[in-house]
Every structure is written in C-alpha cells, then in structure tokens.
C-alpha cells in the first residue's frame, strides 16, 4: 500500500471519528452551550460574523453596532465565515462547519508532509496517526471561534518555511503569512522572528515575508486612520464604546495582571462591580483579592463601581464620543496604583504570577468537549486520554526547549525561539488566559517532540537550511 493511500485512509477514519465524536458531543449538550446548524456558538462570533453580513447588506466591513470597535477586528476569520454565507445563505453554520472540518483534515496532510521532513515515513505515519485521532488536536473544529481554523494555517505557514524543494515556496509563505497574521494578529511573533533570522542570512523569501505582512499592515492604517491612533493586538477597547470595554476596564485589566492569573475570576469581578453597586458587592470582590493588596485596591472598586453606574443610567443606548466626566481621572487613579503595587510586590508581578499563569495554560489536557467535562469525566478511558494529552503538551514544551538549545538545524531553532517566545508573551504579559488559546500551538508542540524522539533515536533526518 502507497503511502498517498494510507495517508489518505488516516484521513478519512480521522473526519469520520472527529464529526461521531463531536455530534455526540452536540447531543449531550441541550441547554448547556447554544448550538445552530452543527456549530456551537461562542461571544466573539460577533465580532466575526456580523462584519460579513454587514459587507453583504451594506457594502461596508464593520460590526453592526456603535463606536469605534465596529472597524477594528482583523477580517481573516470572517472572510471564511464571508465564503461559508456567499455559498451557503441561510445553511452559512453548516457549510463554515464543513469548511472547517476540510481544514481540519488539510492540517492532518500538513503534519505528516512536515514530520516527513525530519524524520522516516513510519514515525511520521504514526505520530499523523496520533495528531488525527487524539480529541486535543481537534478539540475547536465545531466552533465559531478562530482556533477551529488556526491548526491548518499554522502549520500551512511552517511548510511553507521549509519546503525548499517546492517551486511555488514563495508564494505559500506570502499567503501563509497574511493568513496566519490575518486572523491571529498575536501570532505575528513567528513571522518577526523569521524575518530577522532570513535577513541576517540574506535569504530571498525575507521578500515574501515582507510581501505577506503587507494586509497586516494595510489593515492597521486603515484602523488608524479611523482611531486616529495606532491600534495595539487587543484592539476591543474605546472611549467611544457604549460597553464595558472602555479606558476604566483597561486600566483595571492591568491592574489584576499584578496578582490574577485567572481570567474568569476577573471577568466575573467586572461583571459583580457592573450589576451591583453596593458594599456588599465589592467586599465580595475583595474575597477574591489577595490580603496585601485589598487597602489599595478596594477605593478604586467603589470608583468603578460609580463609573460604571454613570454610563448603564446616564449613557445607556446613547452614542458616546470620548471620555466619560470624571473617567480619565480615574484612568489615572488606576494607572498610579497599578505602578505603586508593582513596585511594592514585583515578586509577585514579574515571577509568581507569570509562573502561575504559565502552570495553568500548560497544565491541560485541552480534552475541551463537554463530554469529557460531565458525563465521561469519569470513565477509566476518558481519564487515560487526559494523562495521554496532557503528557504531550508538556512533552512538546520540554521537546521545544531542547530543540533550541541542542537542535543541529538553524532554521528549525528559529522557529522554535518563535513558539517559546509567543508562549511567553501569554504568559508574561496576557497573564490571564483562556486554555483555548494554547489551542494554536498544540501542532507545533508535538512537532517538536516527534523532532525530538528521532534525534534522541539518533537518526533525525536533516530538514533544508
């Protein structure tokens, strides 16, 4: 049997597994998470979806709503999402659900032809084998979220790095690059760090990276000159937004990031200040809030709390065009705290916190699907999978390490550095994570493990330079 048909076998078994388990999945559901046309729903498909039917109604990309936000997002999930409504009209979810599940099964193709490069058919058919089958690697493909599509267009953009014997490289990496930095703009650090490493060599493709960062680019003058000022990665804040994503909010994100690394309990902080404004709501709050830090925290949660009480009585529905009276005080009040506490516990800011944000989004089995969080939770082979899952993450984060420090290929420490590096600024700066967002990287990890188990081996097959 060729190897074309028992890649194409893999394949085939694989989509069949991955859209059992997941329809099974979509019936033990109910009311749990909303679901149409096979795809469960999630809160940023809005800012996906409605730019799409707002460029088919209007002729114009933007959030059907208020304020700057409606402009800013990158387009490159929505314009998957743009195709699935031009094919499929009112069936849109179930053709983006198709449209997925191809791309889902275009990265199984992509991780065999790329573990081929560095190491013999036979390992590589059976950590394919592994990548398909394993409920982590394919844990998003139902959902109206990025990281259902980001697996195929990561590792698209990393074939694309190495495929030397491929006449058209230059043209895979330009549109690998836009679309990788198009829908996830953090992940603009692996085409950065490469594009300093190509320049360096003086390598040709520096061009095509170049060329591939240009939407990028274009699309954040366009921002601009809407903002009139240049948006960062996380562009969801504005003082023109009738929402709870204004300057305050910011400010009070980065206050948290001094000692939470837990994004829900933040979140849900925000949402107690916002519903609530008596004293009973922030002594709840301050429960939360380590000892130390509650004497100054606890003047700037009753702050918000009137802030916020201000824009839902005084502004709610209206369009807001700038500051709120008495906001950028309090902006400022936040930011003199945030720095005092900072410089009064930079243990906790620069060590502790990072380090416990990092033992979160790594200590994942990213077996995601409800049924493997209610009523499978406790079967023997459920709990097996976990471990199994689990292993490989941190085994891909060892295996990534060692790689750069001891890996014999240039360009593949590069890439590497690029991964370790996106890594940290989740850690480090994010601090508060979703698991989902490790999601992405999974591939790639275990890439480098399978890189790692052949050079152990003693046989690792050399990849271009």
């Known amino acids: 049997m060729s190897t074309r048909t028992k890649l194409g076998i893999l394949v085939l078994f694989a989509l069949v597994a991955t859209i059992v388990l997941n329809e099974i999945n979509l019936s033990f559901l109910g009311n749990e998470y909303p679901y149409k046309q096979g795809l469960i729903t999630t809160a940023d498909e809005y800012s ?22 409606a402009y800013i997002r990158t387009p490159g999930y929505g314009i998957i999402y743009f195709l699935a409504l031009a094919l499929g009209g009112s069936h849109a979810f179930f053709v983006l659900k198709c449209i997925q599940l191809l791309l889902f099964a275009g990265s199984i193709v992509l991780f065999f032809r790329l573990t081929r490069l560095f190491t013999d058919e036979k390992l590589s058919l059976i950590a394919t084998a592994i990548y398909a089958l394993l409920p982590c690697f ?40 836009a679309a990788l930095v198009m829908i996830r703009p953090q992940l603009i650090v692996f085409p950065l ?24 680019v274009f699309w954040q003058v366009r921002t601009m000159s809407i903002l009139g000022h240049w948006p960062d990665l996380h562009p969801i804040y504005s003082s023109t937004n009738n929402t709870l994503y204004r300057p305050p909010h910011r400010e009070m994100t980065d206050l948290f990031r001094v000692w939470e690394y837990r994004g829900e309990v ?35 949660l009753q702050d918000f709390q009137q802030m916020r009480y201000l824009q839902q009585s005084t502004y709610a529905g209206k369009s807001i065009h700038g500051f709120l009276p008495g906001e950028k005080e309090l902006v400022q009040k936040i930011q003199k705290a945030r720095k005092h506490l900072q410089a ?21 089995s990213m077996m995601n699907l409800y049924v493997f969080q209610a009523p499978w939770c406790n079967a023997w082979v459920v709990r097996f999978l976990k471990i199994v899952c689990f292993v490989l993450i941190l085994g891909g984060l060892c295996a990534t390490v060692v790689v750069l420090i001891w890996g014999k290929q240039n360009l593949l420490k590069v890439c ?18 979703e698991e989902r967002y490790l999601y992405p990287y999974l591939p790639l990890l275990f890439l480098f493990l399978v890189v790692a188990v052949k050079r152990w081996k003693g046989s690792a097959i050399e990849a271009p330079k």
């Not at 006449?167 to 690998?176: I, R, T, V």
Request: with cysteine; net charge positive.
């Open 138 to 177: 394919s844990g998003f493909t139902y959902y109206t979220l990025s990281e259902s599509v980001l697996p195929f267009f990561v590792l698209g953009w990393l074939y694309s790095v190495f495929v030397r014997s491929e006449k058209n490289q230059w043209l895979m990496l330009l549109f690998s690059t």
């Open 416 to 433: 590497a550095l690029a991964l370790l590096h996106s890594l940290f600024y989740l850690v480090f700066f994010q601090r508060m994570n």
């Open 48 to 69: 996906y979806f409605s730019p799409a039917e707002q460029l088919l109604k209007t002729g114009e990309w933007n959030v059907n709503s208020t304020g700057e936000k």
């Open 344 to 364: 009064e516990h930079p243990f906790d800011y620069y060590l502790k916190t990072p380090c416990l944000s990092a033992k979160r989004l790594i200590g994942t």
């Open 193 to 216: 760090v490469l594009l300093l490493y190509f320049t360096i060599k003086r390598d040709k493709l520096v061009f095509a990276l170049l060329v591939g960062l240009l939407p990028f």
């Open 266 to 300: 933040f979140h849900g902080t925000m949402g107690v200040l916002s519903s609530d404004t008596t004293k009973d709501a922030r002594n709840r709050v301050l429960q939360t809030i380590p000892m130390e830090y509650r004497k100054d925290v606890a003047p700037l």
